[in-house]
């Protein structure tokens, strides 16, 4: 019903016209649509009564007209236009183009308008979600992890967003669709051009399940570019970016130097270091993205959009990083003074030989030291905390 | 023949007395022999003449003298003396005792001399060496990892240091003595007591080959706290700490505490997700230590005790820390203005496909950025350092 509306509404026939007039994005005919309104720009651009930058961009195009083929492709499959102008434009995610990132790289910026299909509100996919990606080139170590990675995120109301390629990213959407979950795949061509062929059938499960969605009109095929240009969409509709596994020149960290632009979290997943399908993410980690070893890491990171700041505050305490034991040790040490490996023990509930290890990462935290056989909280009061600096620093 | 003048001389007969009188660390004893000499100190505690403090710590074993049993031994296996008044003594490597961590850890401190066994001489061994360390509960995976490192590591004429236990520790010794490398043993137990005994007859080939050494007299057998007394000077004698395998309940975190306190690198080697053995490395990582995949990581960090900070200027630069590949296309980049992908490929020599990957994370290390398909250099001058800051943090 939205779609046959579509088909006669002038603002969709005109967002739908500008759509493929130019090769996205195009910061001028944003510009444009955000002075005059779509139908005026649209109206402008086909008389080629704009200025010169953007009469360039649109030359090559103005005169094609898609319009009704392109909607009435979309209302037979069922799908909608999503609009600057609709309820389910992810206004936040999109926010973080602006600002800095807009004065840094003028010449992006966020989607002028999406093809989308599927059941999944993508405003609602982007107030929680997370991206998993990765190499093509996976290994059955990194499709296990990417599917199970998947399957715990929509346990926790986590929605995977991915590029729908082989590799790490197949395997994330199929983990969270086999948990019931819900996946986003963004497309880096038209919705009618199902890629890589091999994975049709999977993006018509997601396209029936989840969400696909794509800047690009219908019958626009995959290129090079158009995939870079894709990734900066998967990154701004997640709050954290996770590659699973990537080798030094894989594409994934395309993906993750975007989220890293839009503000977000880059996450990785380590591997074996015989494997050189896990050299990039060992790469990203030493460049300060978060190691991550299961969904609980992920969902740490991943808050509503634009409320991160009040919901997590981050920098987080070191306390929030604790494993269980790590905690449990941490919490049978006396208040004050200091206690022997055996006194943590039995206050702990565990064997003397486990408490070592998480003393000993406790202390390598900078929360716990150990003097003498005696181990002792150290506090963090409001007038420590520059005391606490150094000691962390030290020890 | 040096152990032969050792049997005779008081000052050496006066070390090994006062060696065995305490349990070591013991700063009170310490700060005896410091004002007074070892001869003075080994007569006074002898007949009690101390303060309280000392007095109580050395009562069950000043009446016990096997200095003579304990030199004729030492020098029947071809062993010596190391006391501060050697050469050999590694004064570097012990001046982290003092300072901030005797304040910040009161009760302990270097040995008070060494017993040790083998051709490499301790304090060449400490002007560059790395502690290779982890699990007993070692994997395929691990023990792979560790000997590989370790023969690295000697490669680069580094010292491989570890705790000769089962597991990652051993094959640390292993892959060093296969390469013909320097290997060093720090024991928790006399140098009679080969333990484990399932790895006498490694430590005998680290005793002709390499170095064994402790602060333990003969006859004194390895306890849980003589583990974690011992790990100090694992991690004491080495630049750098790497923990190879260990899982979040493994005392290898206990050597990389000591390590960080000691001012030293704490490294560690990812490993699949999936595998237990290599989550206290993970956690590790976490929290700060660096990620190491192979033996030229380590070697940037092992430096010349005490002449670290002069060598190797740390933090370095981000252009340090570039795999070749990177280092190919970051410099493949115009010195002005900003480059395509084909363009990039051309003066690499690298293929297009091979450009993006290093591109993207020389963008997340904030020393590219790519706009519109066209890459530049982020320079950092003098006065731009603050600025970077910012474009680091943000790209």
């Not at 030493?286 to 409320?307: I, P, S």
Request: proline share 6%.
């Amino acid at each position: 019903m939205r779609a046959s509306i579509a088909l006669d509404d002038p603002a969709r026939r005109a967002w739908a016209y500008l759509s493929r007039v130019v090769e996205p994005p195009c910061h001028e005919l944003a510009a444009l649509v955000g002075c005059v309104g779509p139908i005026e720009a649209a109206d402008r651009v086909r008389r080629g009564l704009v200025d010169d930058d953007l009469a360039r961009r649109t030359e090559a195009r103005r005169e094609i007209d898609h319009v009704a083929d392109d909607l009435e492709l979309l209302a037979r499959r069922g799908g909608r236009l999503i609009t600057p102008d609709d309820d389910e434009w992810p206004v936040l995610a999109f926010r973080a183009f602006g600002g800095a990132l807009a004065r840094a790289k003028p010449r992006t910026g966020p989607p002028l308008v999406l093809w989308a299909l599927g059941p999944a509100r993508l405003d609602e996919v982007a107030q929680r979600a997370a991206a998993v990606v990765g190499t093509r080139a996976a290994t059955a170590y990194g499709e296990y992890i990417a599917a199970d990675l998947a399957a715990g995120l929509t346990g926790h109301d986590v929605a995977v967003v991915s590029g729908g390629a082989y590799g790490i990213d197949g395997a994330a959407h199929r983990g969270a669709l086999e948990s019931d979950g819900i996946t986003a795949a963004v497309l880096a061509g038209g919705l009618d051009i199902p890629y890589p062929a091999g994975h049709s059938a999977l993006l018509h499960r997601i396209g029936q399940r989840g969400l696909l969605f794509t800047e690009y009109p219908p019958g626009v095929r995959p290129a090079r570019h158009r995939f870079l240009t894709r990734n900066r969409l998967v990154a701004a509709v997640a709050g954290a970016a996770v590659v699973v596994e990537a080798g030094l020149r894989s594409g994934a960290a395309n993906t993750a130097a975007w989220a890293r632009a839009l503000g977000r979290v880059v996450a990785a997943v380590p591997g074996p270091v015989t494997s050189s399908s896990s050299s990039g993410c060992h790469a990203l980690l030493r460049h300060g993205a978060e190691l991550v070893t299961r969904a609980e890491d992920v969902v740490e990171f991943v808050g509503r959009m634009g409320e991160l700041a009040d919901d997590q505050p981050r920098p987080g305490t070191p306390l929030d990083r604790l494993t269980d034991v790590q905690r449990q040790v941490y919490e049978a040490l006396p208040g004050r003074g200091a206690a022997t490996i055996d006194e943590i023990a039995v206050s702990s509930g565990l064997a003397p030989a486990q408490v070592l290890g998480p003393l000993s990462l406790l202390e390598v935290a900078g929360l716990v030291t150990g003097s003498d056989g005696r181990w002792r909280i150290i506090r963090t009061g409001p007038d420590q905390a520059a005391a606490q600096g150094s000691a962390a620093r030290l020890v």
